[in-house]
């Protein structure tokens, strides 16, 4: 299962699905792993930054850097279950902590205000001044019921997140 060349056997179908917690059929798995061998050019076993970024979807994301420093170096199990948060049988905190993980850039377990606006920089661009992604930013805060001085934690993302809900869902087209 490592090499990229190698099939995958029963055993290793239900082995990755254990991993990703039965969120992808034995079908979708399969499915994942010929697009994981077609991605990994050099038949290394692993995902590299520069092999995600041949994704047009996944180059295109303006939050691609933060991603890739989630994905570089991913197996074929570990990219499965980084891919099981965009699935449509994920839970809510599920993909939570994936977010999460997105905007907690140092992963030291906290976002705070500058974290959050590091990241509504790399959405917006030059379409939003500093000062507007702060308003906007200061008011959303408040509205959840935080300060601009708050460090959220992920029990805080699982309580604003599971008011609003998420939509973040990949397809797994099946042959």
């Known amino acids: 299962m490592g090499n990229a060349s190698s099939t995958l056997t029963q055993y290793d179908i239900e082995e990755v699905q254990e991993h990703c917690n039965n969120l992808f059929s034995q079908q979708e798995i399969v499915s994942l792993y010929k697009r994981f061998c077609q991605l990994d050019r050099n038949s290394k076993g ?44 994920a839970s809510m905190p599920q993909k939570v902590h994936l977010i999460f993980k997105v905007y907690d850039s140092d992963s030291n377990g906290k976002v705070t205000f500058n974290d959050i606006l590091e990241v509504l920089r790399d959405l917006t661009g030059s379409f939003m001044s ?42 797994v087209p099946v042959d």
Do not use: C, H, W
């Open 46 to 89: 692993f995902i590299s930054a520069d092999e995600f970024l041949s994704v047009p979807e996944f180059a295109m994301n303006p939050l691609s850097q933060r991603l890739l420093k989630m994905a570089d170096g991913l197996n074929f199990k570990d990219f499965v279950a980084f891919l099981s948060a965009f699935s449509t049988k």
């Open 130 to 171: 500093d000062e507007q992604r702060e308003e906007v930013l200061s008011k959303v805060l408040q509205e959840a019921g935080y300060s601009r001085d708050s460090t959220l934690l992920l029990d805080d993302f699982m309580k604003i997140f599971g008011k609003f809900g998420l939509k973040m869902e990949v397809e």
